[in-house]
């Protein structure tokens, strides 16, 4: 009997060890996984609104921070009213700046890219547009997915004509799953995702992935979201050069 209790406790100590291994590797893989994750997506850039208050854009690196986008618009009648004061000072900064709007799903296209248009001004060296698309609890049995699929279609399309850069729609995967999904295959996306790297039906792509809404910038007030470009340098190069932010040297 000794004998069989000293067995049976090596072999779960043996056990024990084995499982500690595994879990080991595990953690390990984990990070390894992260910590490529972080280096492969060089590139980061943030994005405000007025809820960020007065910036101090003259403490931030547009090394550090290679772009920004900001909010311009909301619906068919909001205006961010910090837009035009962040949009001037950012780009004096010497940051590659773009802006946003958010999109009302109640509200109709056109109405919406008009507001947009009168807003925010035409510069061959700014960002493409972006459309902020998720649910709005407010709105969301408003439009059947047809109609609602037609009118982001039209401020898409009024967007594209007006500043001759295409346009990228922010969203969330649940929004694009029951929405996007299977429609405007050449439009690039934004993700929101804080859980990890972003991963889309029929390894569909992403351009931008906003990975944290935690973040702290030297010289604004409070949380920042903050986000990843999906390349290297050279891709970021690339695509400056193809919306005409930089020009080629």
């Known amino acids: 009997m000794p004998k069989l209790r000293f067995s049976s406790r090596t072999t779960l100590l043996g056990i024990g060890f084995v499982l500690l291994i595994i879990l080991s590797c595990a953690i390990y893989l984990f990070w390894q996984k992260t910590y490529e994750a972080r280096d492969n997506f060089v590139i980061q850039g943030f994005d405000v609104s007025h809820h960020q208050k007065n910036i101090e854009w003259q403490k931030i690196s547009p090394q550090k921070y290679q772009f920004v986008y900001l909010k311009a618009t909301e619906g068919g009648d ?3 009213r910090l837009f035009q004061d962040n949009w001037l000072k950012a780009r004096e900064q010497g940051l590659n700046v773009g802006a946003y709007h958010f999109y009302r799903l109640c509200r109709d296209g056109q109405s919406q890219a008009q507001h947009f248009i009168a807003t925010v ?3 061959t060296n700014a960002l493409p547009p972006v459309m902020d698309l998720e649910y709005d609890s407010k709105c969301i ?3 059947s997915k047809e109609q609602l699929l037609y009118e ?3 401020m898409h399309d009024a967007l594209y ?3 001759e850069k295409q346009p990228i729609f922010y969203t969330t995967p649940a929004f694009y799953n ?3 999904k299977g429609h405007f295959p050449q439009t690039p996306l934004w993700i929101r995702e804080y859980k990890g790297e972003p991963q889309l039906p029929e390894n569909v792509s992403w351009l ?4 944290t809404n935690k973040a702290h910038i030297r010289g604004i007030q ?11 340098e050279e891709d970021w190069q690339e695509f400056l050069i193809q919306h005409q932010v930089i020009t080629a040297q």
Not at 208 to 211: D, E, G, R
Not at 223 to 232: I, T
Request: no cysteine; hydrophobic share 35%; glycine share 6%.
């Open 78 to 80: 909001f205006s961010d």
């Open 121 to 123: 001004p035409k510069k």
């Open 141 to 143: 049995d408003h439009y």
């Open 152 to 154: 982001i279609q039209v």
């Open 161 to 163: 004509q007006h500043y």
């Open 178 to 180: 029951i929405v996007l």
């Open 208 to 211: 931008f992935w906003q990975f």
């Open 222 to 232: 409070g949380p920042v979201d903050l986000n990843r470009f999906y390349g290297n």
